[in-house]
């Protein structure tokens, strides 16, 4: 990261690995709403997902895509604060900007949380740990069934929403796509892709939840 | 009058300039890396010459009071700037902008400098295209023009209201260019407080860092005044409020005649006044009155009416507005030049018609051209028998494209929809054709001292035509002073490093300390502003618009007066070694204050009218201005000897030998 | 009207501020904001105290000079105008105004209200300019036809004054505003083409030097922008920097 000392740069590859994390997400959610479908789809996507080489392949960027769009912006932000070392007596922010926008690192640093506690509890369970369940439907079942769990993920996923509002449209912004007949559709996709995102996520959830609660 | 030699070369007027540059001596880029010239001012004069100088080889050190170079007052300029292409194929030629300006001027310029400046300014449009100044252009791709007031053809190049801040933008590009380079050593907020005279030669100046407040030496082998106009002398002027007069006057008290000082521009469309508090005029753009027409009413019951907010400027039917221009100058209506409008207008107050409550305001109205364009528009968008508000929201679209942004800024100072209703306006203080008096080289009469752009007198005698000031300032800058001045120089390529440490320099420094010193050691009750206000006053009733021998004589004692009471009262707080607003603005009333008298004195001694200088005495009976030119052909060039009152007139003779000396008729 | 203002005093730059409370009264709404700090200046040079020093120079709203954070916005509540535009109608009798300098490390205060924009002065003579000497030979201004819609662009993005509000306003007081709005005035037209790729690269790379922050496309700027210089001139500058840094390199 050292290696890119332009702000542009840096921008850049925000924005370019943020675009990238989208299309993950777009295909998680896809693969995640089978499990709305049925049990089985779910199951052979989710084996499809662990065995294909291409995927287990792009495992490893998605992993460089994660590690370089978190450390960058941990890295800007801090430099961020440095160009502004007194703050204003009296900021009236949101006169003239959006507070998703404002806010990318505190919604960037929850969902981070949250894709922790994710990671630990889904994939690593699966990847590495001792699968207690006779199939991955089985554990998304389970993880859903204890309500602190499903509102934090309910919770990530809106303030991942929030995250993608600004990110999908920003991130344009910064490879240099903006012009006044594409950009308003830019920015009207991205905001449906955050709430589709957000509600696609948080439905499959509350139906877990629900349904164990049925049962 | 030995004293003042115009330096004008012989031969015929279409090839002086192209004579002289060919014979002057030149200096050889070798030496030039010896040589260092100090530019004070970063406008378009002063940015332009150091460019222009940097990139020649010389050695810059650039000087101005503002944050940046960017800042220069010639940014504010709107309108545009005239250049003789004849683009539009309308018969304009370099001898017509040149015929233009001396009539314009009213006969008080100096012929081979004007033809000059008509000359190169073709290629300050090819300079500023080159540079990547924006100018506005057709759908075809090349450069539109404009008409401006004084002339009936369009030369006026122009990017929307805007143009001088994108021709300073020009420069301060090319100054960024050498700046970057190494080239130019530019000092920004710095104030040039003394020149210092070596052996009868500029050779230096002494500055203050207004920042710290350090008193500095600089020294140089000439020194280039670029530090505009004086118009702030009235206090409330279309001027920057820390426009000046000081430099100018620093190397006039040194020895640099002054001309023709009492010749000052009215501008005929700025927003009037609305309060005591007011601190400065805005200008609202000439180009306006291409499309605005200017009245009163011309029954006095609906003066009264109007003023006490009982009818509409729209409520006055048409048969019962006064459109005096369009009535007294039916060959150039609403497009006269500046100092015609402005009398114009002053006329028709002063006779009661002004339609707000101080009385001092005329109406400036877009009612006919906004129907006309709209009328236009329909047309072409082939909307057949259109409604009133149809035609009213198309043509308000024109005019939004052509002058919006001096429509909002109205909105914004005014409060007021010029859109619906009429703009007012009243003239004001804009700009002084008056100057440091300058040879053909732009040499003042010390050696090594020159001054250009709206500081000296040069070319627009009594009166500046529209889009003119642009123009001389860009021209003195880039083609003229980088020439001449290596006639100059080429002495003083063996004349080596001049030392800060000569016993001048030291002296020149003793004397602009004592001078701050007094400021602030002086136990005075009234601030600075009060002191500059009151001398507004005074020049404004009295040395303004219309002028007469009895109040002349009167401004010039209360001007004395002031001055006194100025010294003894005034109260600047803070210490010299510091930012000091106060202290900086002390150093340049105190200056006004001295000009002022010589203003009022060299009108008093002026017993004509002629362009901006209007004596009472001397008008025909239709109120026009009254030239004598059998005894007042001449720029009236002053002396300092150690009292502005007692300053000596030198007259240098204005010869026509082109141009056939007329009245000045706009009818 | 009468009003409470809460001004950032600091001698000099090395000296620590703080903000100090003031009264005027007798404010027409008429004035312009500056106006009313001169009133509170005259009382304060009256009264032997130490008037509020503020940068301003034309009082037009086009040098770019004046510069205060009102309220908690740059050049204060209205849109589209410098602080010396701004008229006192916005404000009500009674009203309490925080006014502060522009704040950013690359804009260090040097005294009360006035900050040091030199940052702005070094980033334009790092390659804010088409290399191209005085002569009275360049080609004429006409040979080259440059198609108005560009020549418009270009010049919207010109208008740009300086200001420092773009810094003033961003959270990360970023300069990319300003930057991009020379960058893109010069790469739309034919004469600025010519060096572009060297142009972005050295301008970007002394507004790094420089110390602001980086873009995180709040769009702040563009709002609170006196001259409304679009973001469509940081994209623009992006997608400069970005072709330049894939194909240019310095022989």
């Known amino acids: 990261m050292a290696l890119i000392n332009s702000s542009i740069l840096r921008k850049i590859v925000m924005a370019l690995s943020g675009l990238f994390l989208i299309s993950f997400l777009a295909l998680h959610l896809t693969i995640n709403l089978f499990t709305l479908i049925s049990a089985d789809l779910f199951n052979e996507a989710s084996h499809f997902m662990a065995t294909n080489w291409i995927i287990q392949l792009m495992q490893y960027v998605l992993a460089i895509g994660f590690v370089l769009h978190i450390a960058m912006g941990i890295q800007l932000t801090l430099q961020n604060k440095k160009a502004r070392p007194s703050a204003y007596a009296m900021n009236k922010a949101a006169a003239n900007s959006g507070w998703s926008s404002r806010n990318m690192i505190v919604t960037g640093l929850l969902v981070l949380f949250f894709l922790i506690v994710h990671l630990k509890n889904y994939f690593w369970v699966l990847k590495f740990g001792d699968m207690p369940y006779s199939s991955d439907y089985e ?29 999908f449209q920003s991130a344009f912004q910064s490879v240099g796509i903006n012009h006044s007949k594409y950009t308003p559709a830019i920015k009207w996709l991205g905001r449906a892709f955050a709430v589709v995102v957000t509600l696609g996520f948080s439905l499959i959830s509350l139906f877990f939840y629900f349904s164990s609660l049925s049962n | 009058m030995s004293k003042l030699d115009s330096r004008i070369p012989k031969g015929e007027l279409a090839q002086k300039w192209s004579d002289h540059k060919s014979h002057i001596n030149l200096v050889n880029p070798a030496n030039k890396r010896n040589i260092d010239v100090i530019v004070v001012g970063t406008g378009l004069a002063g940015g332009s010459a150091a460019a222009s100088l940097a990139e020649l080889g010389y050695k810059v050190k650039a000087f101005c009071f503002q944050d940046s170079p960017r800042r220069a007052h010639s940014i504010a300029a709107q309108g545009g700037i005239n250049a003789a292409k004849n683009y539009q194929n309308d018969g304009d030629s370099v001898y017509r902008l040149f015929y233009d300006t001396i009539k314009g001027g009213d006969y008080r310029s100096r012929e081979a400098n004007v033809y000059r400046l008509a000359e190169v300014s073709a290629n300050i449009i090819d300079q500023c295209v080159a540079q990547g100044v924006p100018f506005a252009r057709e759908y075809g791709g090349l450069l539109d023009n404009r008409s401006f007031g004084g002339v009936q053809v369009s030369r006026t190049f122009y990017a929307k209201g805007q143009t001088g801040q994108q021709l300073l933008l020009g420069a301060y590009s090319a100054m960024s260019r050498q700046i970057g380079k190494g080239s130019i050593k530019m000092y920004n907020r710095h104030e040039m407080l003394e020149l210092v005279v070596v052996d009868g030669k500029a050779r230096g100046i002494i500055a203050r860092n207004l920042i710290t407040g350090e008193i500095e030496r600089h020294s140089a082998h000439a020194v280039v005044i670029a530090s505009g106009g004086y118009g702030n002398v009235f206090f409330l002027s279309t001027n920057a409020m820390g426009s000046n007069v000081t430099a100018a006057w620093k190397i006039h008290k040194k020895g640099a005649f002054f001309a023709n000082p009492c010749f000052t521009q009215i501008h005929p469309t700025c927003i009037p006044v609305s309060g005591d508090h007011q601190s400065k005029l805005t200008l609202m753009s000439e180009s306006l009155r291409n499309d605005g027409r200017i009245w009163v009413p011309k029954k006095m019951e609906d003066v009264h009416a109007i003023r006490e907010g009982k009818l509409r400027p729209r409520d006055i039917k048409e048969e019962d507005r006064d459109y005096y221009l369009e009535r007294r100058y039916p060959a150039f209506g609403n497009l006269v030049p500046r100092d ?43 909307i057949e028998n259109p409604d009133m508000e149809t035609i009213r929201r198309l043509g308000k679209e024109v005019i939004e494209a052509k002058y919006g942004n001096l429509f909002q800024m109205y909105e914004k100072i005014v409060d007021d929809n010029p859109y619906e209703t009429p703009m007012k306006i009243y003239p004001a203080v804009h700009y002084t054709m008056g100057g440091i008096w300058v040879d053909y080289n732009l040499m003042t009469t010390i050696p090594g001292c020159y001054a250009a752009g709206e500081a000296n007198f040069s070319d627009h005698g009594a009166n500046r035509l529209g889009a003119s000031a642009l123009m001389q300032g860009l021209a003195d800058g880039y083609f003229v002073l980088p020439y001449t001045i290596g006639d100059y120089l080429s002495n003083d390529i063996r004349t080596g490093k001049i030392s800060t440490d000569l016993p001048e320099f030291e002296e020149a420094e003793k004397h602009v300390r004592e001078k701050l010193n007094f400021f602030v050691t002086n136990k005075g009750s009234k601030s600075v502003d009060h002191f500059h206000k009151k ?10 618009m219309a002028r007469n021998a009895e109040g002349l004589k009167q401004a010039i004692s ?19 070694e510091e930012f000091n607003q106060e202290l900086e603005k002390a150093g340049r009333v105190a200056d006004f204050l001295e000009l002022g008298e010589l203003m009022a004195m060299d009108a008093l001694e002026r017993n004509e009218s002629c362009g901006g200088h209007f004596r009472e005495e001397y008008q025909t009976e239709e109120g026009e201005a009254l030239r004598d030119d059998k005894n007042y052909m001449y720029v009236a060039s002053w002396e300092y000897t150690g009292d502005p009152g007692k300053s000596v007139l030198h007259k240098e003779d204005l010869n026509y030998e082109y141009i056939e000396v007329k009245t000045r008729s706009y009818k | 009207m009468d009003l409470t203002l809460k001004i950032w005093r600091q001698k000099n730059t090395s000296s620590a501020g703080k903000m100090v409370d003031y009264k005027v009264t007798g404010i027409s709404g008429d004035m312009s904001f500056l106006e009313m700090i001169d009133v509170l200046n005259n ?21 770019g000079m004046c510069s205060m954070y009102i309220n908690g916005e740059a050049h204060g509540p209205d849109r589209g105008v410098t602080t010396c535009q701004l008229h006192m109608r916005k404000f009500k009798n009674g009203d309490t105004i925080y006014i502060e300098p522009f704040r950013a490390k690359a804009f260090p205060v040097i005294k009360d209200l006035v900050v040091d924009r030199g940052a702005f002065d070094r980033i334009m003579a790092a390659g804010g300019f088409v290399s191209v000497n005085t002569s009275g030979n360049t080609m004429d201004a006409n040979a080259l036809p440059i198609p108005k819609d560009d020549a418009d662009e270009a010049f919207d993005a010109a208008t740009c004054i300086g200001c420092g509000a773009c810094v003033a306003t961003c959270k990360n007081a970023s300069a990319m505003l300003f930057v991009s709005a020379k960058v893109s005035q010069l790469a739309l037209l034919p004469q600025g083409k010519v060096e572009a790729e060297r142009r972005v690269l050295s301008m970007v790379e002394q507004m790094d030097k420089e110390g602001f922050g980086n873009c995180t496309n709040t769009g702040a700027c563009e709002v609170e922008c006196p001259k409304g210089i679009s973001l469509t001139n940081i994209a623009r500058m992006n997608r400069e920097y970005l072709k330049a840094s894939l194909t240019y390199s310095e022989k």
């Open chain 1, 139 to 167: 554990l998304v079942v389970k993880l859903f069934e204890n309500p602190l769990y499903t509102l934090l993920y309910v919770f990530a996923f809106v303030l991942l929403g929030f995250h993608l509002d600004h990110g």
């Open chain 2, 340 to 382: 015609v409008a402005s009398r114009a207008a002053k006329e028709r107050c002063d006779a009661g018609y002004g339609v707000n409550a101080t009385g001092e305001a005329v109406y400036l109205d877009f009612g006919s051209a906004i129907e006309r364009y709209g009328r236009e528009k329909a047309a072409v968008e082939k």
């Open chain 2, 535 to 544: 001398l507004g006053k005074i020049m404004w009733d009295k040395v303004g």
């Open chain 2, 558 to 576: 209360e001007i004395r007066e002031l001055r006194d009471e100025f010294w003894k009262d005034v109260r600047v707080p803070g210490s010299i």
């Open chain 3, 43 to 63: 009382d304060l040079v009256e009264k032997g105290e130490d008037p509020v020093a503020f940068d301003h120079d034309c009082r037009e709203g086009i040098c």
